[in-house]
């Protein structure tokens, strides 16, 4: 892939290429905790399948045209007034062969039933990318936070400072031409991603916010918003027994892409993500986690252990690798120890500003801009 999928790097932040990232973890942290999570369903949903993991909740996957070549979704029993039907929670990549796998469900395990909701975690094409082809389709509401809604609409119009440009920018002044002299040149190749994904973006929403309850058949679902991977990821959380469908907040195995972007070049998403998943420590130990990707898991508690020793270790390494003054794009390799190509390319440079702004907002670290506009990073004592 080159540098045309750059938009789409910029704006789905999806998890790609922190595969690698966790393939540096070394194997005593993975063994010391992935014991302890269990995946009660070992094989996923094929294409046009559904799994049931709890009464009136069904698993379904949608392909995506990525490395990270799958998307789950959750299709929740509802009913109303009318009668029976289904909320859908996130959409899949809004292409044509979504739309077909989509009429398998309807005329399958939907059985006909109306669709009454539709509820979208957050922006990434993923998530949104049928949600308006589902509401023309079935006529049924999108829930979505505000900042996620609002989000899709610059994504796909360039504006807010979601344009490739801008980011551009901000990975240049963090040495990205140095580290890759062809940079500048390739990134000017028009792009358009985010719309391959999302080729509409619905025009009305009904908004959710934190704390929010809402009645989905037998259960209530709280929602909890998380920060750090999207503006105003919004999870669910059913108390009655103990479900999470977790979004790209939290996922079993890969980590959550956790970047900093064109528009918010100063930004600490890893301190928000850090601070997120405290959000979720209260939460029963016998949590059933429904994660956008992999498989459905327990040992909630474990994976949020794992997710900050990883990134704990990451950001001591980094902290070692900067005794003399170092810009994000040197230290790519002290992060990500497989060649990346130009599509990862965009997502490393991010979580490597991410980490080391980290560093820096902590006091770990002090910040420098030199006489050619390019930041660099050296540690603190
Ligand atoms: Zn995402």
Redesign the pocket.
């Known amino acids: 892939m080159g540098w045309r999928v750059y938009l789409y790097a910029q704006v789905?932040?999806?998890?790609l290429f922190t595969q690698l990232d966790c393939v540096a973890v070394p194997a005593r942290l993975q063994l010391r905790h992935q014991a302890m999570i269990n995946y009660p369903h070992e094989t996923p949903p094929a294409a046009g399948e559904s799994i049931l993991v709890a009464p009136g909740i069904y698993w379904i996957r949608m392909p995506l045209p990525f490395a990270l070549n799958h998307i789950n979704l959750w299709l929740l029993e509802d009913a109303d007034e009318h009668g029976p039907g289904w909320t859908i929670v996130d959409t899949g990549y809004g292409v044509p062969a979504t739309h077909e796998l989509w009429h398998r469900h309807f005329a399958g395990i939907m059985g006909g039933r109306p669709v009454k909701r539709i509820i979208v975690t957050?922006y990434?094409p993923?998530?949104v990318g049928c949600a308006a082809w589902l509401h023309e389709k079935t006529g049924a509401p999108i829930w979505m936070t505000t900042s996620e809604y609002l989000s899709a609409h610059a994504a796909a119009e360039d504006m807010a400072g979601f344009d490739r440009d801008n980011s551009a920018r901000l990975f240049l002044a963090h040495g990205l031409g140095k580290a890759r002299p062809d940079f500048a040149e390739a990134q000017k190749v028009r792009s358009g991603a985010y719309k391959r994904g999302v080729p509409t973006v619905p025009k009305r929403y009904y908004r959710m916010m934190e704390n929010d309850e809402i009645m989905i058949g037998a259960r209530t679902w709280r929602v909890i918003t998380a920060f750090g991977?999207?503006p105003e990821h919004a999870t669910l959380f059913s108390a009655g027994d103990n479900i999470l469908i977790s979004?790209?907040q939290v996922l079993p195995r890969i980590t959550t892409?956790v970047g900093v972007w064109g528009n918010q070049p100063e930004a600490n998403p890893l301190k928000q993500f850090l601070d997120s998943m405290e959000k979720f420590e209260p939460l029963p130990a016998d949590t059933l986690v429904l994660p956008?990707h992999d498989r459905v898991f327990t040992g909630l508690h474990e994976r949020l252990a794992q997710l900050r020793e990883h990134h704990a270790l990451r950001l001591a390494e980094l902290e070692a690798a900067i005794e003399t003054p170092q810009h994000a794009a040197e230290i790519l390799p002290v992060l990500f120890r497989r060649p990346l190509d130009e599509h990862q390319l965009v997502f490393a440079i991010g979580e490597a500003i991410a980490h080391l702004h980290f560093l820096w907002r902590a006091g770990r670290a002090k910040r420098t801009l030199d006489a050619e506009g390019i930041y660099s990073f050296q540690r603190v004592a």
């Open positions: 789905t932040a999806s998890v957050h990434h993923d998530h991977h999207a979004g790209d892409n956008s």
